[in-house]
Structures are given as structure tokens and as C-alpha cells.
């Protein structure tokens, strides 16, 4: 059987090692870390940093494909690997995705609608672009963000060096604040032969800018703005030649979808495909990166929520349990910290 290559060692990279195991894949983790949440189901393990080179040469050739969990790897590495094997989704969409300033612009090529921003190198500029944008707005880091971090949000004029200091890293941007209704992603996979399938966009709703919950169906005012947020992801993924899943999350304003930011890869929002799609994103991911024929989309029952176990909230899991209905999926990872994702559990409306 084929062995599929996976960057970084966490709960996604574990629910696609299990994805891939079902199609009779073997996976073969590469992770800076010498063990995590993939590690339980995934057979082979490389331990070694992102940028050794000669690592990562041995790692694509001893894969059949590469795939990441994680989009916050240096491009040098995504090179090194591409010329030693099949990289999927490719360098051209992890180079725009990881990269806040460049997905912006490149949703504003295609016609896509962003909050306003401007990129932001030093103090200086940060002034000058909080005059042109106006308050409130949120400063974040171009890279390496995620579940909020990295981000400082700025509500007077006199918030721009507390702001700075607090994410003290160039480069930034200054995004404008957003007036939006309700938040949505977009999960969408493309195969390998260009074909692109949509799952029903959930509702998402974060608290401390991580997710806490995902629902479908989404309700009347996010559905009718999917075709729209549909109609750019489509363009985003054809101009990216992309092959997988991406997702992308939009806010649902007064004036259409708003594009808020992308991941090349499977994501939070998506877990629910689990048990609530006929395929789950992490099925089709692997389905897509090995050139296989797509899973159906569709929904499984009339509704499907999602809910985070996020540090402690792990603890309820008996509670959870002794709901017969429940689906509950634990990560395996040892101390539950502030903020940090231990599981989630998923229940259908049938
Ligand atoms: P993740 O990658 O884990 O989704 P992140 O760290 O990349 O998170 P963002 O998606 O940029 O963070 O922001 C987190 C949340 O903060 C958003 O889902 C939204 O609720 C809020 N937010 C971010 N940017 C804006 C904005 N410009 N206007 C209004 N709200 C925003
Ligand atoms: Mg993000
Ligand atoms: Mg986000």
C-alpha cells in the first residue's frame, strides 16, 4: 500500500492518519516534536525541525505524497519536499494561505470582499493606517497566528503602541473591525482532476477567538450569502490549482460575505463531517491527495452540531457519554492547558 507523508503531529494530522488507515493507506507523521496526537494511530514517526533539509529530503522520498495539518511552514521546506515528491495542496497555496497580507490581496484580485488593511512594518505605519482605517481595528501578525493569538485589537487611536508592544513581531496588518452578523466557513475539496465538492456551511461561533461551536444548517441569513462565499472559493481554488481541503471563513455582513482568512488544509469547522456528511472532510482530503474519485458531501442527518472540548471542558466528557446520542472524540493529548483543544464532541439531528 501507499504511504501518505503528513507535516505536523497534531489532532488534524491524527484524524487524517485515521482517514487514511480506513482507505488502506499507511501514514508517516513529520513533526518537530517527538510525539502528539497523530502518533496513537500513525505507524511511522520523523521527529526533526522544519528546516533540516536533508530530514525532509528523506521524508518525501520515502512517501508516496505529502500533506499538511499545520500551513506555518517555511516555504524553503515545502521546496525542498517538492522536488522530491508530490507536495498537495502545493506551494502556491501555502504560500498565499500562511501569509495574512498575501491571502488578502490575492481575495482582492479575484473580487472578493475584505475587511479594509494595510500592512504594517513599524509604529510609524501602524499610526498612519489606523488614520486611514479608522477604530476599531485589529492588529494581527502576517504569520503564525492562530486561535487569536498574535492579535491585539485597538479601540482608540491611543491603543497603537500598547497594541505593538503587545504583538511586538513585523510584518503585520491592520485589518478594519468587521460589523457582521454571524461568522461561516466555506469547506470545500478539489481532486486531483480539477472536480470541486462543497460541504453545507456551518454557523461558527468563537469565544476568545477560539471556536466553540459549529452548526448546520447555518440559518436563513448565512445561507443566503453560501453561493456568493461559494463562487469566490471556487476561484480561489482554481487559481490555486489546489488539490484537497480548504477552508474558508467569511463573516456574514449587511453587504455580502465578508473573506476573513483560509487554511489549506482540513479544518475545526469541518469535524462535524465526521459523523453528520456522507464523507467526512478528512475521507476526501485523502481521497483528493491521492488522485482518488470524491466522496459525496451531502448531509447525513437534518442537522449537525459541534461543540470544542477546550482545557477543562475535557472533563465533562462522562456527562457527555451517558448521552447515548453523542459522538465524542478525545485527542489524546495529556494536560488540558488554558485554551488548548482536547476534543470535541458532535451530535445529529435526526
Ligand atoms: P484561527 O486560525 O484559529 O481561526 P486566527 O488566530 O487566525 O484564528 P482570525 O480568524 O483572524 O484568528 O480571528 C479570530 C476571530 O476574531 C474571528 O473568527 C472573528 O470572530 C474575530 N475577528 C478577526 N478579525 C476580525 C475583523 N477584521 N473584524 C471583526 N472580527 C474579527
Ligand atoms: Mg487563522
Ligand atoms: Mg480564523
Known amino acids: 500500500g501507499a504511504t501518505i507523508g503528513i507535516l505536523g503531529g497534531g489532532q488534524l494530522g491524527r484524524m487524517i492518519a485515521i482517514a487514511a488507515a480506513q482507505l488502506g493507506y499507511r501514514t508517516h507523521i513529520y513533526a518537530p516534536e517527538a510525539s502528539g496526537p497523530a502518533a496513537d494511530v500513525s505507524p511511522r514517526w520523523t521527529e526533526a525541525a522544519y528546516t533540516d533539509a536533508d530530514a525532509l529530503a528523506r521524508f518525501a522520498d520515502s512517501v508516496d505524497v505529502v500533506t499538511y495539518e499545520f500551513e506555518n511552514i517555511d516555504t524553503a521546506a515545502v521546496d525542498v519536499l517538492s522536488t522530491h515528491g508530490l507536495v498537495r495542496p502545493g506551494c502556491k497555496a501555502l504560500r498565499v494561505a500562511q501569509d495574512r497580507l498575501a491571502e488578502k490581496r490575492f481575495v482582492d484580485t479575484l473580487g472578493g470582499m475584505t475587511a479594509p488593511f ?3 512594518d513599524s509604529l510609524d ?20 497566528g ?10 482608540v487611536p491611543g491603543d497603537s503602541v500598547g497594541a505593538w508592544n503587545a504583538i511586538h513581531r513585523a510584518p503585520a496588518i491592520l485589518e478594519g473591525f468587521v460589523t457582521f452578523e454571524q461568522e461561516f466557513s466555506v469547506i470545500a475539496v478539489r481532486g486531483a482532476g480539477g472536480e470541486i465538492r462543497f460541504w453545507d456551511s456551518p454557523a461558527n461561533v468563537h469565544l476568545d477567538g477560539i471556536l466553540a461551536t459549529s452548526t448546520v444548517p447555518a440559518g436563513a441569513v448565512i445561507e443566503e450569502q453560501t453561493a456568493a462565499a461559494r463562487a469566490l472559493t471556487r476561484q480561489l481554488l482554481d487559481a490555486l490549482d489546489y488539490v484537497g481541503v480548504l477552508a474558508v471563513e467569511f463573516f456574514a455582513s449587511a453587504q455580502g460575505p465578508v473573506f476573513n482568512e483560509m487554511a489549506p488544509r482540513v ?17 476526501n482530503h485523502v481521497r483528493a491527495i491521492c488522485g482518488l474519485p470524491l466522496g459525496d458531501t451531502g448531509l447525513a442527518a437534518a442537522g449537525v452540531s459541534m461543540r470544542n472540548l477546550i482545557a477543562d471542558q475535557v472533563d465533562q466528557w462522562p456527562d457527555i457519554l451517558a448521552d447515548p446520542s453523542n459522538h465524542l472524540h478525545l485527542y489524546g493529548k495529556g494536560e488540558a492547558r488554558p485554551g488548548r483543544k482536547m476534543g470535541h464532541v458532535t451530535r445529529l439531528v435526526i
Open 118 to 120: 494595510m500592512a504594517i
Open 125 to 144: 505605519d501602524l499610526d498612519n493606517a489606523i488614520d486611514r482605517i479608522g477604530c476599531p481595528a485589529i492588529l494581527k501578525t502576517n504569520r503564525m
Open 146 to 155: 492562530y486561535d487569536g493569538k498574535g492579535q491585539a485589537r485597538i479601540m
Open 267 to 283: 479544518h475545526n469547522s469541518g469535524h462535524w463531517t465526521i459523523e453528520g456528511a456522507i464523507t467526512s472532510q478528512f475521507e
